[in-house]
T-cell receptor
Framework: NAGVTQTPKFRVLKTGQSMTLLCAQDMNHEYMYWYRQDPGMGLRLIHYSVGEGTTAKGEVPDGYNVSRLKKQNFLLGLESAAPSQTSVYFC????????????FGEGSWLTVV | ELKVEQNPLFLSMQEGKNYTIYCNYSTTSDRLYWYRQDPGKSLESLFVLLSNGAVKQEGRLMASLDTKARLSTLHITAAVHDLSATYFCAVDRGSNYKLTFGKGTLLTVNP
């Protein structure tokens, strides 16, 4: 059972570089999310998607873009990385059902120097 | 704006003791989630609480929800070292299952 898989797990970027984080889920979930986790804080929602071809902004969307071209994949892009984007990024997914469990990936550690 | 507050943020307890973690939230919500996170790991779902008065138990952990008081509790019974982790509560904002998280409670269970 793969569940929610994130790649890469670790990445070091220089300021101004771009990169894409990939999230893949094999549970046929409609909803997918990207969160970031910073020390001493809970997770904060960056962007989310309620279905293939749709995306929406979350709580902290600035500096990020997303795409959901396929139902199973949700991509998070950093066009011009900044040190403030050093964080641990978590992808999550769930189905459209009350009482649903929201599943999280294993996290992607990103350092911007 | 929905705010979620957990307390305590740090909890050190002895094995065999009982304790409660509290989660208060600021606006009406009918869904509350509890997660466990081990250092460097993902979030593991513990409980999903859907309605007022909901109570769920799994092993030494029991969670409850009072939507009128906007309060959820996570009660630990006879703690063991394996329960050492960070526990997060998260509240559904009401649509699309978007979660607002508390800051987490770092639980350390000492022998």
């Amino acid at each position: 059972n793969a569940g929610v898989t994130q790649t890469p797990k670790f990445r070091v970027l220089k300021t101004g570089q771009s990169m894409t984080l990939l999230c893949a889920q094999d549970m046929n979930h409609e909803y997918m999310y990207w969160y970031r986790q910073d020390p001493g804080m809970g997770l904060r929602l960056i962007h989310y998607s309620v279905g293939e071809g749709t995306t929406a902004k979350g709580e902290v969307p600035d500096g990020y873009n997303v795409s959901r071209l396929k139902k199973q994949n949700f991509l998070l892009g950093l066009e011009s990385a900044a040190p403030s984007q050093t964080s641990v990024y978590f992808c999550a997914s769930t189905r459209q059902q009350s009482g649903n469990t929201i599943y999280f990936g294993e996290g992607s550690w990103l350092t911007v120097v | 704006e929905l705010k979620v507050e957990q307390n305590p943020l740090f909890l050190s307890m002895q094995e065999g003791k009982n304790y409660t973690i509290y989660c208060n939230y600021s606006t009406t919500s009918d869904r509350l989630y509890w997660y466990r996170q081990d250092p460097g790991k993902s979030l593991e779902s513990l409980f999903v609480l859907l309605s007022n008065g909901a109570v769920k138990q799994e092993g030494r952990l029991m969670a409850s929800l009072d939507t009128k008081a906007r309060l959820s509790t996570l009660h630990i019974t006879a703690a063991v070292h394996d329960l050492s982790a960070t526990y997060f509560c998260a509240v559904d904002r009401g649509s699309n299952y978007k979660l607002t998280f508390g800051k987490g409670t770092l639980l350390t269970v000492n022998p």
